[in-house]
């Protein structure tokens, strides 16, 4: 299992089995803190307590020195031996000590327990399976597979989640037996006792969550404006500063965007020495090409910038970013991810992003939509689609005519179904789409609209006193920032055992962003209105005032010219496996309509072929 994952962790792979016989942990471990003594797993002094982690916890220095003065002797300067000591004195209070992005599990073999726990935001993975008694978890699902007694089936009601929303809402996955552990969660696995009982009673204790972001206080509501641009000032330079600590070569990812913009901003003030910073540029279509931009924060910032180019013939990653998620993942925008993350990794060994900048001060268009739909009349709505209807389809999917298009599609629909239709895959043709077995009893029930909107209805209706504006932004942050961002980031940097740290996920920022009054996040059309007025230093006009673009692909040009034939054939050539799940005539015309000029279906048909090619691969 450990050697299965050793591209998350290059620089060696190790494994302890309990004198009992009841538990065995395997680590592959990505040096970057305390290179020498970190190995893992690490145990306590008796060897009593061992761990297993993957991650950063910032904080563990300031933890160290609190176990410290309790008595705990440390052997190593890592941060995973934090958890052991902390486990010794805190037990399950142990995840709310912890600051950073983890995923980690505890072995006490006195107790005869094992004790899971992943980080508020979702930043690292952890799934499990249950299989007659045996219990076992990993970083990523191919791990799992090295186990003689995994159960691959796969889950018949992960297609019609996959082809509404791009990939399968947690806690489920593609395969019936393996779930996910939940961002912000904990659970506890008592050895030698049957399933169906929790807790210390034995069995399988079901997550326990640990941290929920509140965004409906009211409590930044009486800040002024310079008080909350001070605290924001203070809180995202402790944050950059706290990710800025290795032992490795350290650098950043650069778009020329706000976020990324900021980040290398607050990196240039607190380090002295030359800053690395990587940016992606596409070739042959200057939409989707944000280099211009990222060579100009490079240079206002003074670092030692590397620019790569993308080329249309990167469709043969396919394989390879399947390979990566273990499951179809219908975010294109990890062709970029996957590329720029191997060749930075050529250079440093940890970058920090701009990840989560959007997600936390309301940095997407569909935010002001949400608003903006929530107070329409619904006659209006509907009269707008009605117009909106007879609009041309424009092939520049940022253009006032599309935009207008899209948001009188789903001004009218409910709030859940309505954000699915601004950032889904299919969700308006399932029924056209699966296949006869899917009209049976057993799996009408799968695709209704209730059971498709339960991952984002649940979010939406929680804050009963938020805001239309802060429900959005609490849906997002459930839904998808951890089950397709953060996902594509982990897959495709730790693909290449690079790590990336995220300052505006630092737990400080979330719980700050998330209890500021809207008219700190928005301002008329302008989004992230706090960050620009904290940092307007960082943060020049041409960067402020340019379009969002986002880290894109032409998906349009590609799958019509370079990406036709090898798409086409991997689709409908023989041995395609997903006819035997979904309606080929379906996709054919969906294909079809794409070809012809008539729709833009580039997203839809990737995610067509990365299920089929995982469908093939299984």
């Known amino acids: 299992m450990a050697f299965a ?100 599990a505890v072995w006490d073999e006195r107790r005869g327990s094992l004790f899971l726990g992943r980080d508020r935001a979702g930043k690292k993975p952890l799934f499990w399976t249950e299989t007659a008694g045996r219990f076992a978890f990993a970083s990523e699902i191919k791990a799992l597979r090295a186990l003689p007694w995994f159960d691959g089936e796969l889950d018949p009601a992960a297609f019609p989640r996959y082809l509404a929303y791009g990939y399968v809402p947690a806690p489920a996955t593609f395969h019936r037996r393996v779930r996910v552990l939940p961002p912000g969660s904990m659970m506890t696995v008592q050895a030698g006792r049957g399933h169906g009982s929790t807790g210390r009673t034995g069995g399988v204790g079901d997550p326990r969550r640990y941290w929920e972001l509140s965004w409906a206080s009211p409590s930044r509501g009486t800040l002024s404006r310079d008080q909350a641009v001070t605290q924001l000032r203070e809180l995202m330079t402790a944050a950059v500063e706290r990710r800025l600590v290795a032992d490795v070569p350290l650098g950043a990812f650069l778009s020329g965007g ?71 993942f219908g975010d294109s925008s990890a062709i970029p991810t996957w590329i720029v993350s191997g060749l930075t990794r050529e250079h440093v060994t940890v970058a920090l992003t701009g990840d989560g900048g959007d997600e936390m001060f309301a940095g997407y268009l569909r935010f002001l939509g949400m608003v903006a739909a929530e107070r329409m009349p619904g006659w209006l709505a509907r009269a707008g689609n009605a117009v909106g209807g007879l609009l041309p389809h424009h092939p520049d999917f940022r253009h006032p005519t599309r935009r207008a298009r899209r948001f009188f599609q789903a001004a009218a629909l409910p709030p859940e179904e309505r954000m699915l239709r601004w950032i889904g895959f299919l969700p308006d043709r399932i029924e056209e789409f699966l296949g006869p077995r899917f009209h049976e009893d057993g799996l ?21 006193d938020a805001s239309a504006m802060a429900r959005s932004l609490a ?144």
């Open 475 to 618: 849906l997002n942050f459930r839904t998808y920032l951890p089950e397709d961002l953060l996902v594509k980031a982990d897959r495709c940097s730790m693909g290449h055992g690079l790590e990336l740290r995220s300052p505006f996920l630092d737990t400080a920022v979330m719980e700050f962003a998330a209890a500021l009054p809207d008219a700190y996040r928005t301002r008329g059309r302008t989004t992230k209105w706090l960050l620009h007025e904290a940092f307007p230093e960082l943060l020049p006009p041409e960067i402020v005032g340019r379009p969002k673009m986002g880290f894109g692909v032409p998906l349009p040009l590609w799958f019509r010219t370079a990406w036709k034939d090898f798409a086409h054939d991997r689709l409908f050539g023989p041995g395609a496996a997903s006819w035997d799940w979904l309606r080929r005539d379906a996709a054919e015309r969906l294909w079809t309509e794409h070809q012809s000029g008539e729709h833009d279906h580039g997203h839809a048909l990737w995610a067509l072929l990365t299920l089929e090619t995982w469908l093939r691969s299984r």
């Open 444 to 464: 009408r029930s799968t695709w209704t609209r209730s059971a498709l909107t339960e991952s984002f209805r649940d979010p939406w209706e929680e804050p009963d």
């Open 258 to 328: 706000v976020d990324s913009t900021l980040v290398v901003g607050l990196m240039r003030r607190l380090v002295d020495g030359p800053i690395r910073t990587f940016s992606l540029g596409f070739a042959d279509d200057p939409t989707y090409d944000e280099s211009g931009y990222a060579r100009q924060a490079a240079e206002l910032f003074g670092t030692e910038h590397t620019e790569f180019r993308v080329e249309a013939d990167e469709i043969a990653l396919v394989d390879r970013l399947v390979a990566a998620h273990d499951q179809p």
């Open 5 to 104: 994952l050793r591209h998350r962790g290059p620089d060696g792979q190790d494994a302890w089995v309990a004198d009992s016989g009841a538990c065995a942990l395997g680590h592959s471990r990505l040096k970057v803190i305390d290179l020498h003594t970190g190995g893992q797993p690490m145990a306590n002094e008796d060897g009593s307590v061992q761990a297993v982690f993957n991650g950063e916890i910032y904080n563990f220095q300031a933890l160290r020195a609190e176990l410290e003065g309790r008595g705990h002797r440390f052997a190593s300067r890592s941060d995973t031996e934090v958890l052991v000591h902390g486990w010794e004195e805190w037990g399950e209070e142990l995840p709310h000590r912890l600051d950073g992005m983890f995923a980690f």
